[in-house]
């Protein structure tokens, strides 16, 4: 598989992570970790499933997930896609992200058709991929609904990535001055899940991101925060697919 990876512009910074586009020379078989914000796929050749071929990709929004996901690239296939920052979607769409969470739906469900089928036409016309890029980037900032991202949920954002999703709710909620029933809607409302789970995905991505060959794995989740060592496998294996070992055993993925 090759990947290209983008910048995207000064204006969308702010809500876009970075834009890849991700091509296929023969048939592949991925598994997709969960992320900490929804992505937007644009596949513009070839054929895509997700979920065992549950689901065909084509234009697409992928919400917030829990858990591991099969994705099957076919021959040839070729797709573009938005990863996009925490709070980042929310500015462009009116539904609430949590409505999204664990589902990909088609784009039609989310932008209206007429947009969408110039958006497919300017994409089909564009000879490069940094022309596929400037087009859909286009389309985002035609969709732009707002100029900022909710201050105060990137600010707990911010507060359980520097805490490794260490940080209690409670707690948080507290030191941001609102009751924990109001945070946690606005939150689901703005990432795309809860507080909790989100702080489950940053655990997991901090351990995996820091894991040394020689640590003992038990020492591992107790220093990353979880009650136990079934605690930890558990939400490891749905993460990853696999248990700790068999996933250390292949070596560090290259994120």
């Known amino acids: 598989m090759k990947v290209h990876q983008f910048v995207p512009s000064d204006m969308l910074k702010p809500f876009v992570n970075r834009i890849l586009i991700t091509e296929t020379e023969s048939d592949l078989n991925r598994l997709l970790l969960p992320g900490t914000a929804p992505v937007m796929a644009l ?6 499933y997700l979920n065992n ?9 992928t919400g917030m997930s829990k858990t591991a996901r099969p994705v ?9 896609l938005v990863l996009f920052n925490e709070g980042g979607a929310a500015a462009f769409i009116n539904t609430p992200l949590h409505e999204f969470s664990g589902l990909t739906t088609d784009l039609s469900n989310v932008f209206l058709s007429k947009e969408l089928h110039r958006l497919e036409e300017n ?3 564009a000879e490069t991929h940094t022309a596929r ?3 859909a980037e286009a389309f985002l900032l035609a969709q732009l609904k707002r100029n900022a991202k909710d201050h105060m949920i990137t600010k ?8 490794s999703g260490n940080y209690k709710i409670k707690e948080l909620a507290a030191a941001l001055n609102i009751n ?3 945070f ?15 702080s489950s995905i940053i655990r997991i991505q901090s351990v995996i991101k820091t894991y040394q060959p020689h640590q003992n794995l038990t020492e591992v989740s107790q220093e990353s925060g979880f009650f136990d060592q079934a605690h930890f496998n558990r939400d490891f294996k749905a993460f990853t697919g696999e248990s700790p070992g068999q996933f250390f055993k292949k070596g560090l993925p290259q994120w």
Do not use: C, N, W
């Open 53 to 61: 071929h549950a689901t065909s990709l084509g234009f697409g929004f």
């Open 43 to 48: 596949r513009f050749r070839g054929a895509i």
């Open 180 to 182: 924990i029933d109001s």
């Open 133 to 135: 890029v400037a087009t």
């Open 184 to 198: 946690e809607k606005r939150f689901r409302s703005q990432i795309g899940i809860s507080p909790k789970h989100f």
């Open 72 to 80: 099957h690239y076919t021959s040839g296939s070729a797709v573009l």
């Open 123 to 125: 994409l089909a016309m």
């Open 156 to 163: 707990a954002v911010d507060i359980i990535k520097s805490t």
